[in-house]
């Protein structure tokens, strides 16, 4: 409404129109806001890269990409403040904290944004919809089962994950923490966080592989913390004794995967999740029913229908290992 206003006030001043007349135009744009994590992440740099494709086929799409310099609620809270006094028309968010944005989000709802997550979950009282990149279960039993996969025999695996509190990683460990059991003798014994920081992750693993001497794998449901683990792994000379598994991207795991640091790794694909994340708040932007069995286009991806909870999933993760990194590692 605003932006209306302002077009239709320099419209009959034809000075004005001719000084403003760029301004104006650019301001008829839908500006989405793709807020991440953090910046300098490939998997969300990857995501970001969808969105610019959808805003493409969208036409009149602005992506403002941006996030905090860290993983924390924080930071988040900051950026949104900042979108909403920019008064952007969508923020899709992958959250560090599913409660602690959720006033700053609600504000910006108040003021007319439209406000999705994706990737990482905000609580239901702070978003329309919710993406899930694939089913959270799935996910949960996938990550043990690519440790378990390897140890025929059993024995002791660790958990590194991003933050504490993020949303997508909580759940997909709660996920997996409920099938272990059907994994006979695979041993779960920690549970560290590497806050999705390179530094802090791989000094996480070396603790790991500090206290827990017979340790047989690592799990890390982060790209950033795979990577990371890794590197750990390597360096300790443990290749072989350790295996590095989890969810990465192509691109950064496929040295891990010649070095033999990594049996085998999935995820999904970011760019698909970027790409509908923007298609999904530019729909629900345009007027979007979200309620329960809410059916929600998004582009070549087809659509989503939302459960109960407003929340969706795109599409299964893949696995990737010796066989295949070779042709996925230039894609993402
Ligand atoms: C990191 C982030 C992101 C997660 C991927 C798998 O890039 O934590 O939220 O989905 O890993």
New binding site residues.
């Given amino acids: 409404m605003k932006r209306r206003t302002f077009t239709s006030l320099v419209a009959g001043m034809s000075l004005a129109a001719g000084m403003f007349g760029t301004t104006a135009m650019a301001q008829d744009n839908m500006r989405i806001a793709l807020v991440v994590?953090a910046l300098g992440?490939?998997?969300?740099e990857a995501a970001a890269e969808g969105a610019e494709e959808a805003a493409g086929e969208l036409g009149n799409v602005e992506i403002i990409y941006t996030g905090p310099t860290d993983?924390t609620a924080e930071g988040q809270i900051e950026v949104i403040n900042s979108l909403i006094a920019q008064g952007v028309d969508a923020i899709a968010i992958?959250a560090n904290d599913p409660d602690a944005l959720v006033p700053a989000l609600k504000r910006a709802m108040d003021r007319g944004i439209t406000v999705i997550s994706w990737?990482?979950g905000v609580a239901k009282g702070g978003r329309q919809m919710h993406l899930n990149?694939s089913s959270t279960p799935l996910i949960g039993n996938t990550i043990i089962k690519l440790a378990a996969d390897h140890m025929p025999d059993g024995g002791e695996v660790a958990i590194l994950s991003?933050s504490a509190t993020?949303t997508?990683?909580n759940a997909w460990i709660e996920a997996a923490k409920e099938v272990l059991p059907n994994y006979d003798g695979v041993d779960l014994v920690a549970t560290v966080y590497g806050d999705?920081l390179s530094d802090k992750s791989y000094r996480e693993a070396q603790g790991l592989m500090a206290s827990y001497p017979n340790l047989k794998a690592i799990i890390a449901?982060?790209?950033?913390?795979i990577l990371a683990s890794c590197q750990a792994v390597t360096d300790a000379g443990k290749i072989g004794e350790i295996n590095v598994t989890g969810?990465?991207l192509p691109s950064e795991m496929a040295g891990c995967v010649d070095s033999g640091a990594t049996k085998s790794f999935a995820?999904w694909n970011p760019i698909d999740l970027g790409y509908s994340a923007t298609m999904l708040a530019h729909a629900i932007a345009n007027g979007a029913e979200t309620g329960a069995g809410a059916e929600i286009p998004m582009g070549r991806m087809g659509s989503v229908t939302l459960d109960d909870t407003g929340s969706a999933a795109m599409a299964d993760p893949f696995t990737y290992d010796s066989s295949n990194i070779e042709q996925f590692k230039s894609i993402f």
């Fill in positions: 994590k992440i490939g998997f969300f993983t992958s990737d990482s990149p991003a993020a997508n990683q999705d449901p982060t790209t950033v913390g969810l990465g995820i």
